[in-house]
């Protein structure tokens, strides 16, 4: 069964500090990636998403992510973080069999920004 | 434009009984989707209805069950309701046209509470 997992379950840094997040999926074949935030009381929003051509894909708010297909993985960075960016993250794989949309998520990422 | 709205909020019921969560895409969208999110099992993938046809499925039991309407609004319904099924609802919408690169908006979520 296709997976995607998330290795940092709870980040905590300092503002200004950089960030980089890690995304692996489990599978072959076409995907398109996401990366969703979740800010506190708040839904889910599309940080930034990957189909395909640039490989590095900028978002919102700063963020960017990196698709490297031989490693299966699409890691979310920001060079500096503030406070505001406390939310939890979580990666997202649509995998392209038979079209539509059925995304797996992987369980997420909490992180924390301290003053 | 909109986002993506639900209805209810939240909701409380007991077991034994079934309850439907209704949700309105974007407008102009014709795919919409459902998750489940608990802490423990994370963001799972319910259904996919694209132009009032389930185009994908999850791995949810038969209780589980969506419709989609001709003007692209959806209900879920879950019968014969378990403790488990306490539950954040989350519907997302997308085109539903753009078969190998469809975004999905996620709405705020249905907060269902089984007692």
């Known amino acids: 069964a296709q997976s995607v997992s998330q290795h940092n379950h709870h980040v905590i840094l300092s503002e200004a500090a950089s960030l980089e997040l890690g995304c692996n999926y489990s599978y072959g074949g076409t995907v398109n990636l996401f990366w969703y935030v979740q800010y506190p009381g708040q839904h889910l929003q599309l940080l930034l998403k990957y189909f395909s051509g640039d490989p590095l894909v900028k978002g919102i708010k700063g963020f960017e992510a990196e698709f490297i297909k031989s490693k299966f993985s699409f890691n979310l960075r920001k060079p500096s973080v503030q406070w505001s960016d406390t939310a939890e993250y979580f990666c997202a794989v649509n995998r392209l069999t038979g079209g539509g949309n059925k995304l797996t998520f992987g369980t997420g990422t909490q992180l924390k920004v301290e003053l | 434009k909109a986002g993506v709205t639900q209805t209810p909020r939240y909701l409380i019921k007991t077991r034994g009984q079934q309850v439907t969560l209704s949700c309105s895409p974007i407008?102009?969208?014709?795919?919409v989707s459902w998750y489940q999110q608990t802490p423990g099992q994370g963001l799972q993938f319910l259904f996919e209805?694209?132009?009032?046809?389930?185009?994908n499925k999850g791995n949810f039991p038969g209780r589980f069950s969506g419709r989609q309407f001709s003007n692209s609004r959806s209900e879920m319904n879950v019968s014969t309701l378990e403790l488990g099924d306490s539950a954040l609802y989350l519907c997302a919408s997308s085109t539903g046209t753009g078969l190998t690169q469809e975004t999905q908006y996620f709405g705020p979520g249905t907060r269902l509470l089984v007692l």
């Open positions: 209805y694209f132009s009032e046809t389930q185009r």
């Open positions: 407008s102009g969208h014709r795919s």
